[in-house]
T-cell receptor, first 114, second 113 residues
């Protein structure tokens, strides 16, 4: 069964460093998403990406964050200068269509900023 | 704006007992509602979704949910809990063309032997 894959599963980084979280969405999907879950809190939407551009983003997704689809298979989230409060589980998701189409989630990358 | 509230961050039931996980939503437009499940060390998996067709929605693993507009609720039920149902359950809402999901806080389901 097709699945969304995320790497790495765990990442520890020092405050101020740049990190890139990687995702391989399901191959024929067109919509891509990043969500995050700070420990003990709800899953929060960060950004959606369609047709090679951001289609929607939340207030959390400030200038420190960027997304890219560098080739036909990968979808990345970059955090330029990490802060302690960026520590969270980051989930990538993809769907074949927007709106009510089911989104398939990856297993997540746990980012710890020290 | 849309929001979701899940009542009870932790629910414990005995194996074979009824499972009831509560979800209330707020939306100024007709909502589309989802229940996702997360097993330990795994991603979120769709259990079921409401998309304005039937108000009683059946999902995987014997779960179902009923959309009640008058109560702004979308509670998840299963007649008989199984040990393998122990997981975290998330209710979510969208009305966005982009498919952006707004999640509730999650409910951890514990199933006791």
């Amino acid at each position: 069964e097709p699945e969304v894959t995320q790497t790495p599963s765990h990442q520890v980084t020092q405050m101020g460093q740049e990190v890139i979280l990687r995702c391989v969405p399901i191959s024929n999907h067109l919509y891509f998403y990043w969500y995050r879950q700070i420990l003990g809190q709800k899953v929060e939407f960060l950004v959606s990406f369609y047709n090679n551009e951001i289609s929607e983003k939340s207030e959390i997704f400030d200038d420190q964050f960027s997304v890219e689809r560098p080739d036909g298979s990968n979808f990345t989230l970059k955090i330029r200068s990490t802060k302690l409060e960026d520590s969270a589980m980051y989930f990538c998701a993809s769907s074949g269509g927007g709106g009510i189409t089911e989104a398939f989630f990856g297993q997540g990358t746990r980012l710890t900023v020290v | 704006a849309q929001s979701v509230t899940q009542l009870g961050s932790h629910v414990s039931v005995s194996e074979g007992a009824l499972v009831l996980l509560r979800c209330n939503y707020s939306s100024s437009v007709p909502p589309y509602l989802f229940w996702y499940v997360q097993y330990p060390n795994q991603g979120l998996q769709l259990l079921l979704k409401y998309t304005s067709a039937a108000t009683l929605v059946k999902g995987i693993n014997g779960f179902e949910a009923e959309f009640k507009k008058s109560e702004t609720s979308f509670h998840l039920t299963k007649p008989s809990a199984h040990m393998s149902d122990a997981a975290e359950y998330f209710c979510a809402v969208t009305s966005s063309n982009t498919g952006k999901l707004i999640f509730g806080q999650g409910t951890t389901l514990q199933v006791k032997p």
